[in-house]
């Protein structure tokens, strides 16, 4: 080899800027939208629905609408009164309530956003919020209800967005724990335990929510002893309770079913009762397995909290109804509803995004 050959050194050519075709705007709309013929025309007829329907829904919502004044300047040609919402507000929210007494459910909202606050930022241990929530709901029933030094508020004035909520968070708390149970009593060996849980569980399941309410209103009093009294608002967070466990405990056997038998043979071996291993090691997985399921069984029971009208009890949506059979405010009730709606799926939308937060962030290690 000659000495004076020169060594060759291997330098690779620097990467090529990806095609204007492939990156960008018009990439992703081709790509997504327009990536054949059956997608075109969809996308096209897609626009042409939205460019009809959206600029009468803003004139409506937005640029014709009526933010102050009162009803004698709202008129059902022209766009939303939106002072309706301002002039009926209290009625939205908290129903009859007296007006004098506003301040205990609002002293009672402030608790609850509160603890929502300290659950959801996790700057609260687990193990005190097993103990917040349930005081959370005893000290807004006493401020709410009365009793024990403030004056008693009937519960037939109760009403409104407060009751909505109210019953969602008593119903989810409480059917979730319950739903468990019926859960592992379902996948237990003996007969005596698992029975009755599938039949408890089958025959709520077979049974629609309105008639849960009825026999809860209407028919629970028959069966009860003269001298027993349970006031309506209680038998309907009960069938309430009773229904969601239903479904929840389907949900979590999905997830209990989803655990390998390993999972439970490894800590068998290590010494764990058997206890131990379904409390510590199954059920923790069952319930992250479905936790996207148990979420989607939350948000349907607060939707569902809007039946409770049929029973006579006035929730956010039967407070929305009868504000807009006000003689002075007919014809108003496309403004109540879209309010509602607004709220529902203001709340609904947050728990939906506190479920795909619960998912992201893993195990808690603040037990």
């Not at 038998?235 to 997830?255: K, P, W």
């Amino acid at each position: 080899m000659n000495q004076e050959q020169k060594i060759l050194v291997f330098t690779p050519t620097p990467a090529a800027p990806a095609p204007i075709a492939a990156t960008g705007v018009i990439h992703w709309l081709r790509k997504n939208l327009f990536s054949n013929w059956t997608n075109s025309i969809l996308t096209i007829l897609c626009m042409a629905l939205l460019a009809k329907g959206i600029p009468p829904l803003i004139s409506w919502a937005f640029i014709d609408a009526v933010w102050t004044g009162g009803p004698e300047i709202c008129t059902n040609d022209g766009g939303a009164c939106w002072t309706f919402i301002g002039a009926k507000y209290r009625i939205l929210l908290v129903g009859t309530y007296p007006p004098e007494l506003i301040w205990r459910p609002v002293a009672s909202a402030f608790l609850f956003v509160g603890v929502i606050a300290a659950t959801v930022s996790g700057c609260c241990k687990n193990r005190y919020l097993i103990g917040l929530w349930p005081l959370l709901f005893v000290i807004a029933l006493w401020l709410i209800g009365g009793g024990a030094g403030l004056a008693k508020v009937d519960q037939s004035m109760w009403g409104g967005l407060m009751l909505s909520l109210g019953l969602a968070a008593v119903g989810i708390l409480l059917s979730i724990p319950f739903g468990i149970l019926l859960a592992l009593g379902r996948q237990s060996k003996m007969i005596g335990i698992s029975t009755p849980c599938i039949g408890f569980i089958e025959l709520i399941r077979g049974v629609p929510l309105i008639t849960i309410l009825f026999m809860a209103s209407v028919m629970m009093p028959l069966f009860l002893p003269e001298d027993m009294q349970i006031n309506n608002l209680l038998r309907v967070q009960i069938g309430i309770i009773l229904f969601s466990s239903a479904y929840i405990a389907e949900v979590v056997r999905g997830g209990l079913q989803a655990v390998s038998s390993g999972q439970t043979d490894a800590a068998k071996a290590l010494g764990l009762s058997k206890w131990m291993v379904t409390l510590f090691i199954v059920l923790p997985q069952a319930l992250r397995h479905v936790l996207p399921a148990l979420i989607g069984r939350c948000i349907a029971l607060f939707k569902d909290t809007s039946l409770v009208i049929i029973v006579g009890l006035l929730d956010f949506l039967g407070m929305t109804k009868a504000a807009s059979q006000d003689q002075v405010w007919l014809g108003h009730d496309a403004e109540g509803y879209a309010f509602c709606a607004i709220v529902y799926w203001c709340i609904c939308f947050g728990m939906s995004r506190y479920g795909r937060s619960l998912e992201k962030s893993g195990p808690k290690k603040n037990n």
